[in-house]
């Protein structure tokens, strides 16, 4: 199987986008989870049901609301663009808000269960020998929690590759800006005879989000044996 020159600058944005997309989400994703596991506060359940409501949503709504918010004539847009000439919507960095919010509930998720797994009764020895909540957390917390940062990193990347209706309704379908693999598939599914095209392109989304999930699978499996090897 070839790719054309076309196919592979598809294919380049597609990673592109996904791997901005779960940098930028990375660090919301780990203090929301943390704050979901660790703290109890009114609001709570309000605030993990807003993390999680992208998950049941449609897409295009999410979209509609990034629309509203970060277009030119929102509230935050207008400011980024007025303030510093940002703006998002029709480029492949609206591409990437896009994918990173549709990312956000499968990364907390993923992040939630690691650092709920942390024991607590070892922060609460590592205080009592001194450690300020800064340092037990860097040196206990943070660590033991990292595989699952690397698993809810590869579920975001995977989630992102595989974006559409968001990205649609905020950044558009632009060639060489915002056509990403799901919207090139849905492009070339309008024109007659681009079939071979299109089984092309769905192999490279298929083998890379597979290659994600597989790789998100075996970090949660030795997590969970290191932490059996601990216990």
């Known amino acids: ?5 076309a196919e592979w600058t598809i294919v380049a944005l597609s990673l ?3 791997v901005v997309a779960v940098l930028v989400t990375l660090p919301v994703s780990y203090g929301l989870a943390w704050l979901i596991a660790r703290r109890r506060f009114p609001g709570r359940m309000l605030l993990d049901a807003l993390v999680h409501l992208p998950l049941v949503l449609p897409p295009v709504v ?3 609301l990034l629309l509203i918010l970060l277009g030119r004539g929102g509230a935050i847009g207008g400011w980024l663009y007025d303030t510093f000439g940002i703006t998002l919507v029709f480029n492949w960095t609206g591409a990437a808000v ?3 919010v549709m990312a956000l509930p499968l990364m907390v998720r993923a992040m939630r269960l ?3 797994a942390v024991d607590r009764r070892l922060v609460g020895a590592a205080r009592t020998l001194g450690a300020t909540p800064l340092r037990a957390f860097l040196t206990i917390t943070l660590p033991l929690s990292l595989p699952g ?3 809810g990193a590869m579920l ?4 992102s590759l595989g974006e559409f209706g968001a990205t649609i309704t905020f950044a558009a379908n632009i060639e060489g800006e915002t056509r990403t693999l799901p919207l090139a598939i849905y492009s070339q599914l309008q024109v007659p005879g681009s079939e071979d095209a299109v089984a092309r392109l769905a192999v ?5 989000s597979l290659g994600a999930l597989l790789a998100s699978e075996w970090l949660v499996r030795r997590s969970q044996g290191a932490r059996a090897h601990v216990l």
Do not use: D, H, P
Not at 1 to 5: E, K, P, R
Not at 156 to 159: D, H, K, L, S
Not at 204 to 208: D, P
């Open 114 to 116: 690691s650092i709920e």
């Open 1 to 5: 199987m070839s790719l054309t020159a």
């Open 98 to 100: 896009a994918a990173g």
């Open 149 to 151: 940062i690397a698993a």
């Open 204 to 208: 490279i989304a298929i083998v890379l």
């Open 16 to 18: 592109k986008v996904s």
């Open 156 to 159: 975001g990347f995977a989630r």
């Open 62 to 64: 999410t979209g509609w």
